[in-house]
């Protein structure tokens, strides 16, 4: 069975840094991309950065690239979003997901920013 | 960037009805499309992708299909279970987007 469990999330203060995991098991990890997906309270959802299953290749969404940034082990089946200089608008549920048509998701990690 | 709209926003509908859901891309991305079911406080579902492809263990009452940049999520026959908010979303081109969503309610 598929599973991706998701932590790491938490309260930050503006300008600060958090540094998500997640911790996929039930399939082999090294043979697909990874993808993060955030959702702002009560809106839609928003793809946010995937990489390749190598780690040789990085996609961001504009707002958050120079600030996050994707990385994954293949030797311990986890992906990481390193999140630094936050802002209000990065508050949201961040979830990780399997291949690029995310499809397999853990269950989020809520991200707040706030003073 | 590729902007992907959908329709209607929200829908009422019973039991037993037949729902349709559509989603534009605001330029061609082959059938790189999926869907997904998201119900309140859970985590998004994959229902299908690559337009049509029924992801494992989504019941057949869910189909997909394309026409050129319109894609279309069907319900054949709505269930309490079903009642949620779909996205559409592309994966054809950086960044990939996602619909807004369209919330199914009970009528």
């Known amino acids: 069975e598929v599973q991706l469990v998701e932590s790491g999330g938490g309260l930050v203060q503006p300008g600060g840094s958090l540094r998500l995991s997640c911790a996929a098991s039930g399939f082999t990890f090294n043979s697909y991309w990874m993808t993060w997906v955030r959702q702002a309270p009560g809106r839609g959802l928003e793809w946010v950065a995937n990489i390749k299953e190598d780690g040789s290749e990085k996609y961001y969404l504009d707002s958050v690239k120079g600030r996050f940034t994707i990385s994954r082990d293949n030797a311990e089946n986890s992906l990481y979003l390193q999140m630094n200089s936050l802002r209000a608008e990065d508050t949201a549920v961040y979830y990780c997901?399997?291949?690029?048509?995310?499809?397999?998701w853990g269950q989020g990690a809520l991200v707040t920013v706030s003073s | 960037d590729i902007q992907m709209t959908q329709s209607p926003s929200s829908l009422s509908a019973s039991v037993g009805d037949r729902v349709t859901i559509t989603c534009r891309a605001s330029?061609?991305?082959?059938?790189?499309l999926a869907w997904f079911q998201q119900k309140p406080g859970k985590a998004p579902k994959s229902l299908i992708y690559a337009a049509s492809s029924l992801h494992s263990g989504v019941p057949s009452k869910f189909s997909g299909s394309e026409s050129g940049t319109d894609f279309t999520l069907t319900i054949s026959s709505l269930q309490p279970e079903d009642f949620a908010t779909y996205y559409c979303q592309q994966y054809y081109s950086y960044p990939f987007t996602f619909g807004p969503g369209t919330k199914v309610h009970i009528k």
């Open positions: 330029q061609d991305i082959s059938n790189y």
């Open positions: 997901a399997r291949d690029v048509d995310c499809n397999y």
